[in-house]
């Protein structure tokens, strides 16, 4: 099991910035890949970033916008995200896989809004 303890969610306008960040409650060395994913209204959940120590990914639509970042020596990742849009409205997820295991936390809340 892994407890996620998220924070960094709220209210921006168009083109804002937020900074999500999210810390696993099990030692760095079990984790294998953390992220995050998205769900807005009635949409099914996404993955949005993923970082492991193979490579990083991220869905299209955020490419040049969300930046991912890990802390090498704890359980911690990050997640930049610039130039916010409307459509980028959602609840967003921290996500650690560890071996065959994943585990969600309870999820933050985006508004973009004007």
């Known amino acids: 099991q892994a407890q996620l303890v998220e924070s960094g969610g709220g209210l921006v306008q168009p083109g804002g910035s937020l900074r999500l960040s999210c810390a696993a409650s099990?030692?760095?060395?079990?984790?294998?890949?953390m992220g995050w994913y998205r769900q807005a209204p009635g949409k099914e959940r996404e993955l949005v970033a993923l970082?492991?120590?193979?490579?990083?990914i991220y869905v299209d639509s955020v490419k040049g916008r969300f930046t991912i970042s890990r802390d090498s020596t704890k359980s911690t990742v990050s997640l930049q995200m610039n130039s916010l849009k409307p459509e980028d409205t959602a609840v967003y997820y921290c996500?650690?896989?560890?071996?065959?295991?994943?585990?969600w936390g309870q999820g933050t809340q985006v508004t973009v809004s004007s």
């Open positions: 996500y650690v896989r560890i071996g065959s295991g994943h585990f």
């Open positions: 099990r030692s760095v060395f079990s984790i294998n890949a």
């Open positions: 970082t492991s120590s193979s490579n990083t």
